[in-house]
């Protein structure tokens, strides 16, 4: 059974129909929010940052919301094939032992666990993301505006309620409530036009690197925000994931919104992602019109597991996600086991891209 599924908007199928796909080729890479599902992307990880990409010396943007966000830092390190091995086993086995009487741990005690973990990731070598050669990072964030400028235990579930409410109605209109703030490769310009969305941009330093990533990764209630990371406008930051749930940017757009030319807009988007669809926000993951491909997509090409094989091949018949922690509950080596079984057999999707790569065949690339 196959595992791999290619997609492409019209343009890339243009690129590919007439020169293939060389690494050369790519611009920009994204990475999704998605928690646990971002596992199963482990192997290809390895593979793209690891080998192909890497045989080039040219500029590649990097942009990535929450676990997508971890990812893309990662890749950014001396080894990212050593790195992605270590962030996958980190994330298999975290553990958050419970007191006496809790059903589920504190939203405090996640962040600090979580903070602590990033910072022995990273320890000694934000240097090596930050300098990078080719690679432009660009973590994306959410930062509260108004009733969410600050996290309070009333005011904080009255404003994402009054988000999502806004949000159902207009998209943009959420950005009463709810900001993206992204923390760049200083000097680095954004790959994708900001006209969708209120935007702001912030240089990435030593001294936020690790709150902006932990921003990122905070999930409102799980986690507490991450409050006035330095370089930053004040105020509470979530999530990247809230905004850019699957990171639906105008990456097909040759201009910023700022109007200066955008250097994305040049070259083709490689999406390594754990479905088809390109969720814009969060809270759209139900308005399933919000669902669809747009022009924004034009020049991805997306990599997804089957659903089929998933069903069939993977524990459980879905990918890993959240609800694990549930499933499995005090059962630690239960959903260790569970996930490094969804991990193990994602190799072969790395293996089919690899075999696409060496005889590219277009009747296999799907409309996106």
């Not at 971002?38 to 990097?62: E, M, N, Q, S, Y």
């Not at 930062?143 to 949000?167: D, I, Q, S």
């Not at 059962?331 to 996930?339: P, V």
Request: aromatic share 10%; with cysteine.
């Amino acid at each position: 059974m196959k595992a791999l599924r290619i997609y492409a908007g019209p343009k890339a199928r243009r690129h590919i129909e007439q020169n293939g796909l060389q690494p050369a080729d790519i611009g920009v890479v994204p990475g999704a929010a998605g928690g646990p599902k971002g596992l199963v992307l482990g192997a290809l990880d390895r593979f793209i940052f690891g080998d192909w990409l890497a045989k080039t010396g040219h500029p590649v943007h990097l942009v990535g919301s929450s676990i997508g966000a971890w990812r893309m830092a990662t890749a950014c390190l001396n080894d990212p094939a050593a790195g992605f091995s270590r962030l996958e086993d980190d994330y298999i086995h975290q553990h958050y032992e419970l007191q006496p009487g809790q059903k589920r741990p504190t939203a405090e005690f996640v962040s600090e666990q979580f903070g602590q973990s990033l910072k022995e990731f990273y320890g000694g070598r934000v240097h090596e993301v930050l300098q990078h050669p080719r690679y432009r990072l660009h973590i994306v964030t959410s930062r509260g505006r108004h009733m969410l400028g600050r996290e309070h235990k009333l005011a904080t579930p009255v404003g994402y309620l009054g988000a999502f409410l806004t949000n159902s109605l207009h998209r943009k209109a959420m950005g009463a409530w709810l900001e993206r703030v992204v923390f760049s490769t200083p000097g680095a310009k954004l790959p994708f036009s900001t006209s969708d969305y209120r935007t702001r941009q912030v240089d990435l330093s030593e001294t936020n690197f690790k709150l902006a990533l932990q921003a990122s990764c905070s999930i409102p209630f799980v986690l507490r925000s991450v409050h006035n990371v330095p370089g930053g406008p004040p105020g509470a930051y979530w999530d990247g994931g809230i905004t850019d749930y699957h990171l639906h940017l105008n990456y097909a757009s040759d201009r910023s919104g700022d109007g200066t030319e955008a250097k994305g807009g040049a070259g083709l988007v490689l999406y390594p992602h754990f479905q088809k669809s390109v969720v814009p926000g969060w809270l759209d993951k139900g308005l399933k019109w919000r669902h669809k491909s747009t022009p924004f997509l034009d020049n991805m090409v997306l990599l997804a597991p089957d659903p089929e094989w998933i069903r069939h091949k993977l524990p459980n018949g879905k990918l890993p996600d959240r609800t694990d922690f549930v499933r499995y509950g005090p059962d630690l080596q239960g959903r260790i086991k569970a996930w490094s079984a969804a991990t193990a057999a994602s190799a072969q999707l790395a293996e089919e891209w690899q075999e696409w790569l060496a005889r590219p065949d277009l009747e296999r690339v799907g409309a996106l």
